[in-house]
């Protein structure tokens, strides 16, 4: 009697071990499914890489609409310093690059930036080969339908390196 006892009190305790890592697995599952479509929902950094060509990789930016920061990364993987082939990543209205680009020449070297610029919506260091820099702004103040343009701002390199970035 004892002995029957125990072996069915063990052999409910295998039925509850395998029922709970089945509850397991399958709860791994969800939150593996969860977490994957969160990241693609807000998905709110971008990367873009700069070259000694003068070049982004990047001809446009989409973004989510959702993100209320936005971080972008820029990379320079050529070999030239920043005073010949210096890049910084820099967002403005497409209608203030031009105007932008010229206050940022003005304002000269090492930055090529002019600081304060209201014009100016996000802006990255300035960096040479083999560098890296990011920059983290607020995209709340943003209008989604608006024109929005990305560039660098050493003396002529906007008319090559820009993109537009759309929020979506
Ligand atoms: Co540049």
Same mark, same amino acid.
Request: charged share 15%; proline share 10%.
């Given at each position: 009697m004892t002995l029957s006892m125990d072996i069915s009190f063990t052999n409910k305790n295998n039925f509850m071990e395998k029922v709970n890592m089945r509850i397991l697995s399958l709860l791994s599952i969800l939150i593996t499914l969860g977490y994957s479509n969160l990241a693609v929902a807000q998905d709110c950094s971008q990367i873009v890489e700069s070259n000694d060509a003068m070049? $982004? #990789?990047?001809k446009e930016m989409r973004v989510s609409a959702d993100c209320k920061n936005m971080t972008v990364t820029l990379k320079?993987?050529?070999?030239?310093p920043q005073q010949f082939m210096g890049h910084n990543w820099v967002l403005s209205n497409t209608a203030d690059m031009m105007p932008l680009s010229g206050a940022s020449m003005q304002a000269?070297? !090492?930055?090529?930036l002019p600081e304060g #610029?209201?014009?100016?919506i996000a802006a990255t260091d300035m960096i040479g080969g083999g560098q890296e820099t990011s920059v983290t702004f607020d995209m709340s103040s943003l209008d989604p339908s608006g024109d929005y343009s990305y560039f660098c701002t $050493? !003396?002529?390199h906007y008319a090559i390196m820009k993109g537009k970035f759309i929020i979506e």
């Open positions: 070049q $982004f #990789d990047l320079h993987v050529g070999n030239l000269g070297a !090492p930055n090529y #610029d209201s014009r100016i $050493f !003396p002529g």
